[in-house]
């Protein structure tokens, strides 16, 4: 076996694993191929879905999540993994098994809201919704801990939107290039990770929207999409 690439970085994020409109099986090999081949690989949020899970109860999503986690992060024992949460997985008994695993598992980080390793900052993108600072994501975010799931019949007619792909203009409309880069740079400076600190390349997810290499004041901005239904989605190779 190939030992991993000392510079090797792998981002993915909106996986929503759990949910029925995830195709995140499809992309469930190459996931765990280029892990066993890098030094980081960053799961940037909304990796799973405790919002839309389709599973019995809430402690058999976070039971599955956790063990979903355990054997990536087992079968790459040379990765070190960096979990970031996003709003659809940032719930409090999943946060209390995390804390958990990563005690026992030396390969395993995990962070609220960023991380930044190198000239690359991670999020999950969630501060693109409005203009945020630290507090205000925050405040957002506590709303997510406890939230119930949604039911069967709300799951079936969002799975006939996917099908019918009524949600890739929302998807276009509501994330502009430009306000979305504002946004993050605007929160970026207010938790003293600015471009003024070196930074060279943001990357985040939430808004399903693949692009890269877009750049906003100096710096350049990649989304990897999801994988959904209708839109694309990319494992994506990041500079650090």
């Given at each position: 076996?190939?030992?991993?690439n000392d510079?090797?970085?792998?981002f ?6 759990f949910?029925?409109r995830?195709?995140?099986?499809r992309?469930?090999d190459?996931?765990g191929?280029?892990?066993r ?7 940037g949020g909304d990796?799973?879905?405790?919002r ?6 809430h ?5 599955r999540?956790?063990?979903?986690m ?8 040379a ?9 659809h997985?940032?719930?409090e008994?999943f946060?209390e098994?995390l804390v ?6 030396e ?5 609220p ?8 900052v991670?999020?999950?993108?969630d ?6 600072t630290?507090?205000?994501l925050?405040d957002?975010?506590?709303g997510?801990?406890?939230k ?24 276009h ?7 979305v ?7 970026l400076d ?11 390349h ?7 929207l693949?692009?890269a290499?877009?750049e ?5 901005f990649?989304n990897g999409?999801?994988?959904?239904h209708g839109?694309?989605?990319h494992?994506l190779?990041a500079?650090?």
């Amino acid at each position: 076996m190939s030992s991993p690439n000392d510079n090797q970085t792998y981002f993915v994020s909106d996986l929503h694993v759990f949910s029925s409109r995830s195709q995140e099986h499809r992309y469930r090999d190459e996931i765990g191929d280029k892990a066993r081949h890098a030094r980081h690989f960053v799961l940037g949020g909304d990796i799973f879905d405790f919002r839309w899970s389709t599973m019995a109860s809430h402690e058999e999503t976070v039971a599955r999540a956790i063990h979903w986690m355990r054997e990536l992060v087992r079968g790459c024992p040379a990765c070190h993994f960096h979990f970031i949460l996003g709003n659809h997985d940032y719930n409090e008994a999943f946060i209390e098994r995390l804390v958990h695993l990563e005690a026992r598992e030396e390969n395993l980080s995990w962070y609220p809201f960023y991380c930044r390793l190198g000239n690359s900052v991670f999020l999950h993108g969630d501060v693109v919704d409005r203009r945020m600072t630290a507090q205000k994501l925050s405040d957002a975010r506590s709303g997510w801990l406890n939230k119930k799931k949604k039911g069967a019949f709300a799951n079936r007619l969002y799975d006939f939107a996917v099908r019918n792909r009524f949600h890739k203009p929302f998807v276009h409309l509501r994330r502009r290039k430009r306000t979305v880069t504002r946004r993050i740079l605007a929160y970026l400076d207010d938790v003293g990770q600015g471009p003024s600190t070196g930074i060279k390349h943001v990357y985040f997810g939430h808004t399903h929207l693949a692009f890269a290499g877009y750049e906003y004041r100096g710096v350049l901005f990649h989304n990897g999409g999801a994988p959904i239904h209708g839109l694309r989605f990319h494992v994506l190779e990041a500079v650090t």
